[in-house]
């Protein structure tokens, strides 16, 4: 029992590394979260993987927009805003016209089309008759939370496991948002986080010799919307869905108003003869029609008699697969309230990885540990040539960096290069902790009893602590602050001087005077 109250410490270090290897190796913890910021597991152990060590892509772009702010609404409505402000500016529909109230008379008012200036924006106003503060380049911090949250939910939907999103603000003011999906193939994630997603059903039907067309469903009129489907025997793919009961009766009156659900249903040639074709449902995306089609007589004499509405249930038709996952992804995540500017000439860029390429960064990395390990390995060997110094004192070292490898599987925390950077830093401040405890205590010659060892270990303790101090002070704001790489690197740079302040430090000290005092 006295063993055990006089060498808690080591007991401690020991349970913690049990703990790390059962993090790092247990089949129970194999599987990652879908949601959790990392890639699959390296398969050995639980490690997840980042961007830099699995391959995948990466986009880094601002959001296209201009606001106005300190706009004076003169007692109209946000809806009406909306419709004069895109009347004034060329090219703008009101879906590119965010308003948004801050006070019970005024708010600011943003564009989200292309090509939209500041001072156009002011025109507009000035034209519309409202009176504002001043206009800027960028939209609001409630629009790009919007952004964020639409587009991680467009990754979770698209199947695309451990991409992430997040805003990140450079130095010098600019709002940019920072999209990594690894694994993933740049065409891919860039066509899926560029796409707008407004998804809408429109009615197109005859009305006094021409053609009228009428928006009968948006994505808020939708109750449920099932995964894509390949379609069986003569159907197109298609995405089953379910229309709210209150929009329901009001959707099939309008079916049968327009002749879509009329006598023997309704059969449509619009992409073939726009003027002469039955009554149609237009499916739009962005405000592309990407299919049209009839309804059948089955569907269309519900809708007649009304009982439709009791089970108000249709599949919306692509031309292919690829179109009907889209229209799907889109329906869930809803419509982004602006895009990404990554085309040829704006501020956003995209970059691939190759798997390869991270494979080989993963050796790399491995291999750049060992050499680090065994080249402090030799220093303290060539300082001390005491096996009983030296080796608790690599053993302590490396235990941090188990530590830190179980903690980092046990979150789900992905490795990438300023990680493995921190790593190496802990390996090295760690030693140097090290060998100042072993000078200190051995400087005046053999430590002759527990309390002249005690007495020498307090000294060189306090000198340790004020360094850890002095380092999490130093890394804290980059931990914090949105700064890409280098916050992994200060994070993982605290964990490791916490736990050795905490847990090796104190440990190392136990297993010394174990082996140095009578």
């Known amino acids: 029992m006295g063993t055990i109250r006089d060498n808690w410490r080591i007991f401690l270090l020991v349970l913690v590394l049990v703990g790390s290897l059962f993090a790092l190796f247990s089949p129970t913890m194999a599987e990652p979260d879908a949601d959790a910021p990392g890639l699959a597991s390296s398969g050995a152990t639980n490690l997840q993987y980042g961007l830099q060590l699995s391959g995948g892509t990466r986009i880094r772009a601002p ?24 009347d004034q500016l060329d090219g703008v529909t009101v879906a590119d016209v965010i308003v948004r109230q801050e006070t019970e008379t005024t708010g600011t008012v943003e564009v989200t089309a292309d090509g939209v200036a500041p001072d ?31 587009l991680s939910d467009k990754i979770n939907e698209a199947g695309l496991s451990g991409g992430t999103v997040q805003q990140i603000q450079t130095p010098t003011g600019g709002n940019f948002i920072l999209i990594e ?24 039907y005859p009305s006094d010799g021409s053609y009228d067309q009428t928006t009968v469903l948006e994505r808020d009129d939708f109750q449920s919307i099932g995964n894509a489907r390949q379609g069986g025997e003569g159907q197109l793919p298609n995405v089953p869905v379910v229309v709210r009961e209150d929009v329901a009766a009001d959707f099939q009156g309008r079916m049968v108003e327009t002749g879509v659900a009329g006598q023997g249903g ?20 962005d405000g592309q029609v990407v299919n049209s089609f009839g309804m059948s007589p089955s569907l269309a004499a519900s809708m007649q008699s009304g009982e ?50 991270g494979q080989q960064f993963r050796t790399d990395s491995l291999l750049t540990g060992i050499i680090a390990v065994f080249a402090v390995a030799g220093v303290v060997f060539l300082r001390y040539g005491e096996v009983e110094v030296a080796l608790p004192m690599i053993v ?24 493995i950077a921190g790593f190496i830093a802990v390996i090295g401040t760690g030693v140097d902790d090290l060998i100042i405890i072993a000078d200190e205590v051995m400087a005046q010659g053999d430590v002759n009893s527990r309390r002249v060892f005690q007495s020498r270990f307090r000294k060189a303790f306090w000198v340790i602590g004020a360094a850890a101090a002095t380092t ?11 700064l890409g790489d280098l916050q992994g690197f ?15 430090r104190p440990a190392y000290g136990d297993i010394l005077r174990a082996l140095l005092t009578r």
């Open 63 to 86: 959001l296209i927009g201009v606001t106005a702010t300190e706009v004076e609404f003169g007692g109209a409505e946000p809806p009406q805003i909306e419709r004069d402000v895109a």
């Open 120 to 150: 156009g924006l002011g025109t507009g106003l000035d034209e519309a008759g409202y009176a504002y503060g001043e206009t800027r380049d960028g939209v609001t911090e409630e629009t790009r939370t919007q952004t964020v949250d639409i």
């Open 181 to 204: 999906v690894p694994d993933a193939n740049r065409q891919r994630v860039v066509e899926l986080v560029n796409q707008r997603g407004n998804v809408r059903v429109d009615a197109y």
């Open 266 to 285: 309704s059969r449509c040639s619009y992409e073939t003869n726009p003027n002469g074709t039955d009554a149609c449902l237009l499916l739009i995306v």
């Open 308 to 357: 439709w509405a009791d089970d108000p249930r249709f599949i919306l038709q692509t031309q292919n697969f690829s179109g009907a996952r889209d229209v799907a992804i889109n329906l869930r995540a809803g419509a982004l309230p602006a895009r990404l500017d990554i085309g040829p000439d704006g501020e956003g860029t995209s970059s691939f990885i190759a798997p390869s390429q």
């Open 396 to 419: 302590t070292a490396l235990s941090e960096v188990v530590i830190l490898l179980g903690f980092a599987a046990g979150i789900g925390y992905p490795l990438d290069l300023s990680v």
């Open 472 to 482: 999490i002070i130093a890394m804290s704001p980059l931990a914090v602050l949105s």
């Open 490 to 504: 200060a994070i993982f740079t605290i964990l490791g001087v916490v736990v050795g302040v905490l847990l090796t």
